[in-house]
């Protein structure tokens, strides 16, 4: 083959993009973790491993519209958790992952957790997939259909089969579209709560439901890595795994600050790996920034893919996969919760400007408030966002602010307004010479 058509060939690797479902930054053998993930922990020392890789939301629908679009969940309007029987999903408007691939001629297909949206116009296969098998919503919620396309296959959907049949059908999918390049999407239900692991594995770990699941999890990616290897694509494949956002109830945040629903690291801060031999440098680790919103410019670049003619608030994170560069230049990058942008990453630094008075688990309505001053940490040093250094570095702190009001001025309207009713809560809610609002932990 002459040299230009293999550069050409290398150049558009085929990509497996695998989510876990709620873990936790510190779930991973090669995060910290007891759990045992030997796969996972083989694809790290043989890829790249992130320690600042943060999902576009602490929680499932937006953080997964984010990381299909490559845009903040308010533009797309995915802002919330999406229930069965919501009659919107990811618009039309939005191009995907998948539908940027597919200009550039990639077979694709999702298996597993789709959440954007449950009616026939917004699953998979209506939004860049050539085929999809899972179920649309969340396992825990109900009606629970295990859908193959757009047709319902089992209901309800057996919950301790899920990873077996997904893995089946990924590993099938590897060896059928092994002729042209492909994007494989394998969001797994696992580890999200309600745990339920096949017999092979449930009962099976000395640490409980949640150590069964995981372990199921990472005997699935040694599955793909096999079947990878028995089709003659490892070479020219590169593997991707993260988490859609922190974890509920049993992960573990890794010692990160806050859980799945807040803005805190713990909630957002996950696990990414990647694996692609030859291109990726082996048992590399990173502590550049860098966010699912990067994943579909770099997949576009890689793929020779033109990329969408919307605004993308994604970079191009190549340089940091391939070690060319230690850091990027990029915008800053914000934590939303809904509408609201609570906090902003530039660089080291994180600030934070808004919280919501109770925790996401309470009942009840909950009101953003702006913090009684904003908090600056460090994430070099205070990953944990113990320690508010916000008085010593007051040029900072009125930096990332201004830069934080003009980039949410690129963004749909209904965000700046709820920023502004969130900071005009602080001058008509605090009368002069009051003590600071209080915000609950
Ligand atoms: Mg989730």
């Not at 519209?65 to 802002?79: D, K, M, N, V």
């Not at 099938?172 to 999200?192: C, D, N, Q, V, W």
């Not at 030859?278 to 048992?283: A, H, L, N, S, V």
Request: net charge negative; hydrophobic share 35%.
């Amino acid at each position: 083959m002459p040299a230009a058509a293999a550069r050409g060939q290398a150049s558009r690797p085929n990509i497996v993009l695998i989510t876990a479902d709620d873990m936790g930054y510190g779930d991973l053998g090669c995060y910290g973790s007891h759990l045992t993930t030997p796969n996972l922990d083989t694809m790290a020392g043989e890829g790249v491993r992130f320690r600042h890789f943060c999902s576009a939301s602490s929680v499932c629908s937006p953080s997964r519209a984010a990381l299909l679009t490559g845009r903040y969940p308010a533009r797309s309007g995915i802002t919330r958790v999406m229930f069965p029987f919501d009659t919107y999903g990811i618009p039309a408007t939005e191009t995907t992952i998948p539908q940027m691939l597919k200009t550039a001629g990639y077979r694709t297909a999702c298996f597993g957790k789709w959440h954007l949206g449950s009616q026939r116009a917004f699953l998979p296969t209506e939004r860049g997939f050539d085929e999809y098998f899972g179920i649309p919503h969340s396992h825990d919620m109900w009606p629970r259909p295990l859908m193959r396309n757009t047709e319902i296959v089992e209901d309800p959907a057996r919950l301790d089969m899920l990873t077996q049949r997904f893995t089946r059908e990924a590993v099938r999918f590897i060896g059928e579209a092994k002729e042209s390049p492909f994007f494989l999407y394998f969001a797994h239900t696992a580890p999200h709560i309600p745990l339920e692991a096949s017999s092979s594995f449930k009962g099976k770990s000395p640490l409980g439901r949640y150590s069964d699941v995981v372990r199921e999890m990472d005997w699935s990616v040694g599955e793909l890595f096999s079947a990878l290897r028995e089709n003659g694509l490892d070479d020219n494949t590169m593997v991707l795994f993260t988490s859609d956002n922190g974890p509920w109830y049993q992960g573990s945040r890794g010692g990160l600050r806050g859980v799945k629903g807040e803005t805190y690291e713990g909630g957002m801060r996950v696990p990414m790996v990647a694996r692609y031999p030859g291109r990726i440098p082996k048992g590399a680790a990173t502590n550049a920034f860098a966010s699912a919103l990067d994943l579909l410019p770099t997949f576009g670049r890689l793929a020779g893919a033109a990329l969408p003619g919307q605004p993308l608030d994604g970079t191009d994170i190549w340089p940091l996969l391939s070690g060319q560069q230690d850091s990027i230049d990029r915008e800053m990058f914000l934590y939303f919760d809904g509408l609201h942008a609570q906090c902003a990453r530039l660089g080291r630094w994180k600030l934070h400007m808004s919280r919501y008075d109770t925790p996401p688990w309470l009942p009840g309505g909950r009101v953003n408030l702006p913090l009684p001053r904003p908090e600056l940490y460090d994430m070099e040093n205070d990953s944990e966002e113990d320690y508010d250094c916000a008085a010593e570095n007051e040029a900072t702190v009125t930096d990332m602010r201004a830069r934080m009001e003009r980039l949410l001025l690129t963004l749909p309207a209904p965000v700046m307004s709820a920023w502004r009713d969130t900071m005009r809560r602080r001058v008509e809610d605090t009368p002069i010479g009051a003590p600071p609002v209080e915000i609950k932990p």
